[in-house]
């Protein structure tokens, strides 16, 4: 590993970027520790010769949207390069392209002036369209994959552009082809074109449910658990009697007992822990294993 060279590179680049940030500041659910350099690359390019230059100095990267998703770890030791700087937008007909760091709500908002429909019912999910197309995030029986229609995309191992369309994307429950070696540099979408105020109106009801079912005043990371064939996991936390199990400051939400919420000052370690023991005691209980959605951020 190479640092100073990393530094170096930064300097020069006059890239955007604060060495020793605490991933608490950035992550939805407010915890994690200092993040060694987290870095802001403003356009496509740079986020690529990062990328490039992160690899000849042997340093290992983790790329983040909103860290809406993300369980990150209270020792990180991997640099850090956010997305949301990279914030694009143009238009072609129906057809509407931007960049991945751009906020999935602020895009629905826009869309809805523009009387074009198609991810309303996604108001409120705390995404950047890069997250939420690796995610394929959605809510209310829609999901990002029913208008996407193409990425631009940075092949890490294979160190080329490449264009992903629907058919290579592999969509399924908050899920995608896009892993670890891609990163997503700007997402086209095909939008249809709808009354306004009919837009407005799915809008507003998601956002109502939303706020009505989940904890959204306090910090989480959404949903911990998968749906699987099973029975909903929230369902069954709740017959297990475990709302309100806290380890440390992290707590199974009183609201919605999917997600898991940091009360007080809670610990990545926390987080874990009570994972672990809530996948315990529903495996004894009910024979039925818990998969995360959440990504447990490796150090
Ligand atoms: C209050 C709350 C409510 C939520 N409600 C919902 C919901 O209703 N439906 C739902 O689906 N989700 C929901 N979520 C979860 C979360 O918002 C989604 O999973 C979202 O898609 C994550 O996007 P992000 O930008 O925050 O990605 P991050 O959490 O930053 O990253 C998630 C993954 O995507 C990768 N990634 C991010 N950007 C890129 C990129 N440009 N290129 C390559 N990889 C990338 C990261 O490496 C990581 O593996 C909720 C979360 C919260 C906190």
Do not use: W
């Amino acid at each position: 590993m190479n640092y100073g060279r990393l530094l170096n590179f930064l300097l020069d680049g006059n890239f955007e970027y604060i060495e020793n940030y605490p991933y608490s500041k950035i992550s939805t659910i407010k915890i994690g520790g200092e993040i060694p350099v987290l870095i802001y690359p403003h356009t496509s390019e740079q986020l690529i010769s990062l990328i490039n230059e992160c690899d000849a100095c042997d340093i290992p990267f983790k790329i983040i949207g909103n860290a809406s998703n993300l369980i990150p770890p209270d020792f990180p030791k991997r640099v850090v390069i956010s997305t949301k700087r990279l914030d694009g937008f143009s238009r072609d007909g129906d057809f509407i392209t931007v960049g991945a760091g751009v906020m999935l709500p602020k895009l629905i908002r826009k869309m809805a002036d523009a009387s074009l429909s198609g991810l309303e019912l996604l108001y409120g999910i705390p995404a950047t369209v890069g997250g939420a197309v690796k995610m394929n995030a959605g809510a209310f029986g829609a999901s990002v994959g029913d208008c996407f229609y193409s990425a631009r995309c940075y092949d890490i191992k294979a160190k080329r552009i490449i264009t992903l369309f629907s058919d290579g994307m592999r969509f399924s429950y908050r899920s995608s082809s896009v892993d670890e070696n891609i990163a997503v540099l700007s997402v086209t979408f095909r939008f249809r074109h709808k009354d306004k105020s009919l837009i407005l109106s799915d809008m507003n009801a998601a956002l109502r449910r939303k706020r009505a079912e989940q904890p959204t005043n306090m910090p989480s990371a959404g949903s911990v658990f998968r749906r699987t064939a099973g029975e909903p996991p929230a369902l069954l936390i709740d017959r297990a009697g475990l709302k309100g199990m806290s380890v440390g400051g992290a707590a199974v939400s009183e609201k919605h007992s999917g997600f898991i919420v940091n009360t007080k000052n809670a610990k990545s370690a926390d987080v874990r822990l009570l994972i672990d023991k809530i996948k315990q005691i529903i495996m004894d209980k009910y024979a039925q294993p818990l998969e995360c959605e959440v990504e447990l951020l490796e150090e």
